[in-house]
């Protein structure tokens, strides 16, 4: 199966070890993994600041660099989300909307594949650690998936998932939320870092890296031991013969 990867802005420039687990994560379930060079941000920004006609140029842009692929999976259910909102973003342009369709409809987030699509339930991890894992917002109130992450997770040797009080709330990230209403911002993941820490994990999991990039940069100020961790790191810990070792 071909499958081309989306990486996303945050997983280029922030997270690259997890563009990484994931090309290995999936070439072991059999996928031939393709990179599209001239991929770039999806415009999600700009989509949510308002900007939509600018948003448009990167939408067209994007569905012109993923028209060969077959499948497009994404570390990222907020990026995946607005390739999924392009239909609705092109709806009055009839040449682009068809196209727009298409690519909606074979991009996938990366737990959503291999749950879904390849019918992974188990990926052979192995990570000895308590954690909780965050329920980003795009990802179960755009995307829709609340299941694939928690089905993948549970199959890792020797992780102890607990239960995130109020997992629903938003981390404060927001794109250019976090920007410009800190203030706002602040109160939201520190309340975030609040409930993972009633958890004791020593792992916070998620499948979104801004909300990875947002709680993990507050755990780190507040000086909580929790390491953070994608979902991708977690379901490909181990996996090659040698339990990952969290600091």
Known sequence: MKVSLFITCLGDTFFPEVGKDVVELLERHGCEIDFPKKQTCCGQPAFNSGYHTETKKAAKHMIETFAHASYVVAPSGS?????????HLLKDEPKWLERAEALAH????LTQFLYRVLGVTNTGAVLTKKATYHMSCHMTRLLGETEAPYKLLESVEGLELKELPNKQDCCGFGGTFAVKMTSISEQMVDEKVAHVESTEAEVLIGADSGCLMNIGGRIDRTGKPVEVMHIAQVLNAGAGGEERHVD
């Open 79 to 87: 990026c995946a989300a607005m390739l999924k909102e392009y239909p």
């Open 106 to 109: 074979k991009t996938y987030e």
